[in-house]
């Protein structure tokens, strides 16, 4: 039964430890239900196995017998159903500049609530043009009353800070105490 399940193109160092490749003196025995059947010698144990009709897996020293098929069609489904319910988190922008009238504030201010009640970052940038760098004080102040804004459902990841032309603060999503 070992035959299925080697590939050629792997290494031996890469392959799942079962049946012949077994080389303790001893293991421990456990049988397709879970029931310990004993300490035995991995000869002992593959007679057990071959009787049944299944394969010997060693997760050094404690040997199962098992379906060896079946358990690696188990585990990749459920590696397949963790992956699904891995959120990712991305991270989205909001740019705007300093001389920002109320209600277009009000809008970027309504865009990052609903990127962080999303569960995504959100990266805020004011950015400057020619000599009104200068002004970077009203950004931060602008940055800082975004952050007061929105604090209910963020959290301030990263405080303003300048780069390049631009003044950048990161905000993420706040945790939710289940």
């Known amino acids: 039964m070992l035959d299925k ?3 050629n193109k792997k290494s031996p160092r890469d392959l799942v430890i079962i049946n012949d490749r077994i080389k303790f003196p001893k293991i421990r025995l456990i049988d397709i239900e879970g029931e310990q059947l004993g300490i035995l010698t991995p000869k002992e144990a593959m007679l057990l196995a071959e009787k049944e009709g299944l394969d010997l897996k060693s997760t050094p020293p404690v040997c199962r ?3 060896y098929g079946k358990y690696k069609f188990t585990q990749e489904k459920r590696a397949r159903e963790a992956k699904k ?3 990712t988190v991305n991270i989205k922008e909001v740019k705007m500049r300093y001389k920002i009238d109320e209600h277009d504030y009000k809008v970027r201010v309504n865009q990052a609530i609903r990127f962080l009640k999303s569960g995504d970052k ?5 950015n400057f043009r020619g000599r009104e760098i200068q002004h970077s004080h009203l950004a931060i102040d602008l940055l800082t009353r975004m952050a007061s804004d929105v604090i209910y459902v963020a959290e301030i990841q990263q405080k303003p800070v ?3 032309r631009n003044i950048i603060m990161m905000l993420s999503p706040k945790k939710q105490n289940n």
């Open 122 to 126: 959100v990266k805020v940038t004011v």
């Open 85 to 87: 319910k891995q959120h």
């Open 5 to 7: 399940f080697n590939n």
């Open 65 to 67: 017998i098992l379906d």
């Open 162 to 164: 300048k780069d390049g």
